[in-house]
């Protein structure tokens, strides 16, 4: 009886100081195990019904009530969080937004067909990025309401990432080929090699090379990391002989990107890719969409 009144109140408990740590570290761990983006709030429900058994099995009912009452707060607060925090990332906002740059004022441009600024005088110039950062099954999503709604866009694929390997990805970026996407490389050698300059830049151009052999790209973005900067090695590339240029070179009007979700809806209740709509003819706009938090 006590090791079930243990695992049951333990096992809440680590549910809800796991969830807090998600929430903290942007619901990064969400698509590292396995994804589990739909179901938090079904998992703080049964960590407080785990929770008040537990403290059934092992106290007074009038301590099962008053702790357990506490238990099912945090459970509404954390469920509360999550709910705030997803309705900016539905799926639904997304083709929303597809569908509004579907327009004739809008042409949506690849990366690699412009980087040496050409861009239309007569549109409103949209380069629609995504950097793949963990999830591949969610890129991979995205890239299927994209191809529905006759939309294409550049997807940026790690090396070394946590959760997919190359390898894995490989299939994903020769369809993305195939269909007429861009596709370029997040690096991540800096971070990977542990800030060791030399071999990071030397692992970037075997990265790159391995990337170009699926399909042509001579494009790049850094991969984020709390502690080793990425881009700090980008000025000590020989970028000229390796024909390749970061998408934060590329000269833009605006630059919209949901990454992290604090601001992703404001407090009118606006969310932040509609900011597309009060472009001007002419214009580029450059707009960043991470796919692992959409759902």
Same mark, same amino acid.
């Given at each position: 009886? !006590?090791?079930?009144? *243990?695992?049951l109140?333990?096992?809440s408990?680590?549910?809800w100081?796991?969830?807090?740590?998600?929430?903290?570290?942007q619901?990064r761990?969400?698509?590292l195990?396995?994804?589990?983006?739909?179901?938090y709030?079904?998992i703080?429900?049964?960590?407080?019904?785990s929770f008040?058994?537990g403290?059934?099995? !092992?106290l007074? *009912?009038?301590?099962?009530?008053?702790?357990?009452?506490?238990?099912?707060v945090?459970?509404?607060?954390?469920?509360?969080?999550?709910?705030?925090w997803g309705?900016?990332?539905?799926?639904?906002?997304?083709?929303m937004?597809l569908?509004?740059?579907?327009?004739?004022?809008f042409?949506?441009? *690849?990366?690699?067909?412009h980087?040496?600024?050409?861009f239309s005088?007569?549109?409103?110039?949209v380069?629609?990025?995504?950097?793949?950062?963990?999830? *591949?099954?969610?890129a991979?999503?995205?890239?299927e309401i994209?191809?529905e709604?006759?939309?294409?866009?550049?997807?940026?694929f790690?090396?070394h990432?946590?959760?997919?390997s190359?390898?894995?990805a490989?299939?994903?970026?020769?369809?993305?080929?195939?269909?007429g996407?861009g596709?370029?490389?997040?690096?991540?050698?800096?971070?990977?090699t542990?800030?060791n300059k030399?071999?990071?830049?030397?692992l970037?151009k075997e990265?790159?090379s391995?990337?170009?052999?699926?399909g042509?790209t001579?494009?790049?973005c850094a991969?984020g990391?709390?502690k080793?900067?990425?881009?700090?090695? !980008?000025?000590?590339?020989?970028r000229?002989s390796?024909?390749?240029?970061s998408?934060?070179?590329?000269?833009?009007d605006?630059?919209?990107?949901?990454?992290?979700?604090?601001?992703?809806?404001?407090?009118e209740g606006?969310?932040?890719?509609?900011?597309?709509?009060?472009?001007?003819?002419?214009q580029?706009?450059?707009?960043?969409?991470?796919?692992? !938090?959409?759902?």
């Open positions: 009886m !006590w090791i079930l009144t *243990l695992l109140i333990g096992g408990l680590c549910i100081i796991f969830t807090a740590i998600t929430f903290q570290k619901l761990f969400a698509t195990l396995f994804d589990l983006l739909p179901f709030p079904l703080e429900v049964v960590a407080a019904i008040t058994i403290l059934h099995l !092992w007074p *009912l009038e301590y099962v009530i008053f702790f357990g009452c506490i238990g099912w945090i459970a509404l607060l954390l469920m509360h969080q999550f709910i705030k309705r900016g990332y539905r799926l639904d906002q997304y083709r937004f569908h509004t740059i579907k327009d004739d004022r042409e949506i441009v *690849l990366f690699n067909d980087l040496h600024g050409e005088k007569n549109k409103v110039n380069l629609l990025r995504h950097d793949v950062d963990i999830s *591949l099954s969610r991979r999503k995205m890239y994209e191809k709604q006759g939309i294409k866009s550049t997807y940026f790690r090396m990432a946590e959760k997919y190359y390898n894995e490989k299939s994903l970026i020769a369809q993305l080929v195939n269909d996407y596709i370029g490389l997040h690096y991540d050698e800096l971070s990977f542990r800030g030399e071999k990071a830049i030397a970037f990265d790159l391995e990337l170009r052999k699926i042509t001579h494009i790049v991969h990391h709390s080793y900067k990425n881009r700090a090695m !980008w000025e000590e590339l020989d000229e390796l024909q390749v240029w998408a934060y070179d590329i000269i833009h605006l630059y919209i990107s949901e990454a992290g979700g604090k601001r992703i809806v404001d407090s606006k969310h932040i890719l509609q900011k597309i709509e009060e472009t001007t003819i002419g580029v706009i450059q707009v960043l969409i991470h796919p692992d !938090w959409w759902f």
